[in-house]
């Protein structure tokens, strides 16, 4: 693709300048994922400026945190964290760690969040649970809530892109668990490629599963075949989808600057296209100001790098570990990015040994728009977990 000012007289400059916006606003919608809003101002500045290397936070990240703490649906009872840390990852890059409750609970809740998300996507579980899990004696929590950014995604560092794979975020949530839980058990709680990367820990450690790690739960989440969806869109659009994403991709890792224009240029779409797809109902425009606030942390080559990982996923073959653990498997009714098709799948993998739990009038967001639900599900995990101990 020929750059601004480069061969301005020629057509075929021009045609290729406008392929490239049509097709990452086409190929982003198309795709039907909460991608089209990450591409904005902020994001496209800390690709530039090169702001999250593996050490370094950066003014980007600062400021995308002051950003949340103003959209917080939640406002002043949400939840602060006891602790914040930062754990290195196996190639170096530092993964932002937040926890609730004591370092010595008996029990720790480690929740893992979805692409193109941040750890705030579980705003109203971490202000929920670290209430119900206090015990009326001394209202001191029998539990630990340990929430992270994967890689390139919130506050946490950046890797290479070569890195950008499903495999490497369960090696980061090994690390993690090595880190920040070295002794007694665990809870999983996944969201999305949340879910997905814990069923790559199952592939690559199964040792842990039915020792340290003592239950899972997978919301809205795949084992695989992710590629083929044509998420409720008519047939002609999910051709053309087929047709420009890869322009689109590569328009993301290589033209971030154009990925921001486009943005501008198509605001109001990509906004609606967000509602549309990440929920099934209603929702306080706060609450679709806030996932933008959070999706806006990653940027724009970040979200194109890893989608080769979530759309070739293949997990089928690594869920034999999860069948020594109690499992829930949580979707909305409505999910258009992963629909209910693919939690039966996995309940199917699991010999129908999980909790199945459909929640009604839900899309892919789930834990955002019915937290209660969620929140009651993981409850009764949790409640399962300790009674068995």
Do not use: C
């Not at 869920?319 to 629909?339: A, N, Q, S």
Request: charged content about 25%; aromatic content about 4%; cysteine-free.
């Amino acid at each position: 693709m020929s750059p601004r000012g480069r061969s301005s007289g020629g057509s075929g400059s021009h045609r290729k300048r406008n392929a490239g916006i049509i097709g990452a606003v086409v190929g982003l919608a198309a795709a039907g994922t909460a991608v089209g809003v990450a591409v904005t101002r902020t994001a496209a500045r800390r690709v530039r400026a090169g702001e999250l290397g593996t050490g370094r936070r950066g003014a980007g990240a600062a400021a995308l945190e002051q950003r949340l703490r103003e959209e917080d649906p939640l406002g002043p009872s949400a939840r602060s964290a006891d602790r914040t840390v930062r754990v290195p990852a196996d190639d170096g890059v530092l993964l932002s760690v937040e926890e609730i409750g004591p370092l010595d609970a008996p029990l720790t809740v480690v929740f893992v969040h979805g692409y193109t998300l941040s750890m705030a996507s579980w705003a109203f579980q971490r202000r929920t649970l670290a209430a119900e899990l206090a015990t009326a004696n001394g209202h001191r929590p029998d539990a630990r809530l340990v929430f992270f950014d994967h890689r390139g995604h919130g506050s946490s560092g950046r890797g290479s892109a070569d890195r950008s794979t499903i495999r490497q975020l369960a090696a980061d949530l090994a690390t993690v668990l090595e880190a920040r839980v070295p002794h007694g058990p665990v809870v999983l709680v996944g969201h999305s490629m949340g879910g997905m990367t814990i069923m790559g820990l199952a592939a690559v450690r199964p040792e842990l599963f039915g020792s340290k790690v003592v239950a899972a739960a997978l919301i809205s989440t795949s084992s695989g075949n992710l590629g083929d969806l044509d998420f409720g869109l008519p047939d002609l659009l999910t051709r053309v989808r087929a047709a420009v994403f890869p322009l689109a991709a590569w328009t993301m890792r290589r033209r971030p600057a154009l990925a921001e224009r486009t943005r501008r240029l198509a605001r109001d779409l990509l906004s609606a296209i967000t509602r549309a797809f990440s929920f099934a109902s209603e929702v306080d425009p706060a609450l679709v100001r806030y996932v933008d606030a959070m999706i806006a942390g990653t940027p724009v080559d970040v979200i194109a790098e890893f989608y080769p990982a979530i759309a070739g996923l293949d997990e089928t073959g690594s869920l034999e570990p999860l069948r020594r653990v109690p499992v829930l498997v949580l979707t909305g009714d409505k999910d258009r990015l992963i629909p209910p098709a693919h939690s039966e799948r996995i309940i199917e993998l699991l010999d129908g040994r999980a909790e199945h739990v459909v929640v009604p009038d839900a899309g892919h967001l789930v834990p955002l728009e019915r937290p209660d639900e969620v929140t009651a599900a993981l409850t009764r995990l949790l409640r399962r977990v300790t009674a068995a101990s």
